[in-house]
């Protein structure tokens, strides 16, 4: 109960965690508040990047085809600062060499691969899908891309340029009037365009 007399919502959610979990209260409660606390210097590191113009915010609509589309106030440049801040606040760069950091992201591919085991294909959107598992698939894509935002920065490497550097590569090697509706490799189209 909060001083006012009502119940705490925090405490709600910290007493079903602990329950869902099977873990001990404390343990729980701290994850929680550092939640929180971390979630609250985010909210507050996003206000003060949200520069975006009017500009640039009508044309990512007009640009959205599929119906979804990413946070406009959030960059990979973020969260490289945030993912640094987060290791160095832990005493964890000294585990964070790339070989490390290139397993943990073998792990979590793997965890992400294991929401999807078993389900035959799934459409898009993952309609029928229960909150639960849905929270577990957007968990663990967020863990992949988290490791890979830590690796790049630790092999120094500009993840946004070399993902705009390697799509340039690949429209070279799958022309889209040569390979549309294919799934075939680049060799393979490449060996029976010169037959």
């Known amino acids: 109960m909060s001083s006012n007399g009502e119940s705490d919502p925090s405490s709600e959610v910290i007493a079903a965690l602990t329950k ?9 409660e701290r994850a929680f508040r550092a939640g929180v606390s971390h979630a609250e210097t985010m909210a507050k ?12 915010r009508s044309k990512g609509a007009e640009e ?23 290791a ?10 790339p070989r490390n950091l290139a ?26 899908w229960s909150d639960k598992h849905r929270t577990a698939v957007r968990q663990e894509i967020a ?10 920065h630790k092999c120094h490497i500009d993840l946004p340029k070399a ?13 889209a009037g040569l390979v549309r509706g294919s799934s075939r490799k680049y060799t393979e189209y490449t060996v029976n365009a010169s037959a």
């Open 143 to 152: 863990d992949v891309l988290l490791y890979l935002i830590r690796l790049s």
């Open 88 to 97: 160095k606040e832990r005493d964890w760069d000294q585990f964070h060499q």
């Open 20 to 28: 869902q979990l099977g873990v001990d209260a404390a343990a729980v």
């Open 163 to 175: 993902a705009l550097d390697k799509l340039a590569v690949n429209a070279a090697k799958y022309p």
């Open 64 to 86: 959205e085809t599929s119906g979804i589309k990413f946070s406009e106030g959030i960059s990979f440049e973020q969260l490289r600062q945030e993912l640094a801040e987060f």
């Open 45 to 56: 590191r996003r206000r003060v990047g949200e520069n975006l113009s009017e500009a640039s």
């Open 103 to 128: 397993l943990a992201l073998v792990g979590e591919v793997g965890e992400l691969c294991e929401c999807f085991q078993w389900k035959g294909e799934v459409e898009e959107g993952l309609p029928g």
